[in-house]
């Protein structure tokens, strides 16, 4: 059975698209048939994992249906659905559709049987993109910044996840909630941790992705962090993660 996850949160900067490459790659390296798909126009899980070169990308999946938009990335186990700046004007071309909420759905539904995990990266906003994100999953998983507005919104994404459980998708959960850029030497990322774990409880993943050089170098030379720096910190919590979600999944 595969599980589809959007990695979702309308806030920018929080580590989305890091969480979303190292996740996939730490769960690829479990054995895991993994499929990225690149929800964000602005393409970093795309370009973070190297990906430069494609005739085709998600615009060709969802407009066209074009199931030939998977492409194979340098590491055993992990395909993508590439994105760019071109799949920014989708929304006013969905508008057409009286379906447009379950485009995507119908799409990733036709391939999910040859993965174990569909990963989505979503935008960072609450519009069309990742509404159709959201309609297409099973889970959510929530990166938060450790940093000061960590919960700023946090009650208009629980609103939308409402919404789309409520008319379009009334399976969808919450998978967990990570925290990313942790400090632990920090008194605010231990008070934002907390206050985090208040609000969604049981749902807060044990492990918490670090604040780490290597992990922000790495997409700039179109790596994952286990191709640029096994060793490193940031490379270890994502396979913790990876361990947590697996457990949370077969649970």
């Known amino acids: 059975m595969s599980v589809v996850i959007t990695v979702f949160n309308q806030k920018g900067g929080v580590g989305k698209s890091t969480t979303v490459i190292n996740l996939s790659s730490a769960l690829a390296l479990r054995g895991k048939e993994t499929l990225i798909v690149d929800m964000d126009p602005q393409g970093n899980s795309t370009s973070g994992l190297g990906v430069y070169e494609f005739e085709n990308m998600i615009y060709d999946f969802v407009i066209d249906e074009k199931v030939d938009s998977i492409y194979k990335t340098s590491f055993n186990k992990l395909d993508i659905i590439p994105s760019n700046g071109e799949f920014a004007g989708v929304e006013i071309e969905l508008a057409r559709y009286d379906d447009w909420q379950f485009k995507l759905k119908k799409m990733i539904d036709k391939v999910k049987d040859n993965y174990d995990f569909v990963i989505l990266d979503s935008p960072p906003s609450l519009g069309v993109l990742s509404m159709m994100s959201l309609v297409a999953s099973d889970k959510i998983l929530i990166p938060v910044q450790c940093e000061y507005y960590a919960l700023e919104g946090v009650s208009q994404l629980m609103d939308t996840i409402t919404l789309v459980r409520d008319n379009f998708n009334p399976n969808l959960s919450i998978l967990g909630v990570v925290m990313c850029m942790y400090d632990g030497r920090n008194n605010l990322s231990n008070q934002v941790a907390e ?55 077969n649970d």
């Open 195 to 249: 206050e985090v774990k208040k609000f969604f409880k049981d749902k807060v993943f044990k492990t918490f992705i670090p604040r780490n050089v290597r992990l922000a170098e790495a997409p700039s030379f179109g790596m994952n962090i286990y191709d640029y720096d096994s060793k490193s910190k940031g490379a270890r919590a994502y396979t913790d993660l990876a361990k947590e979600v697996i457990g949370e999944i």
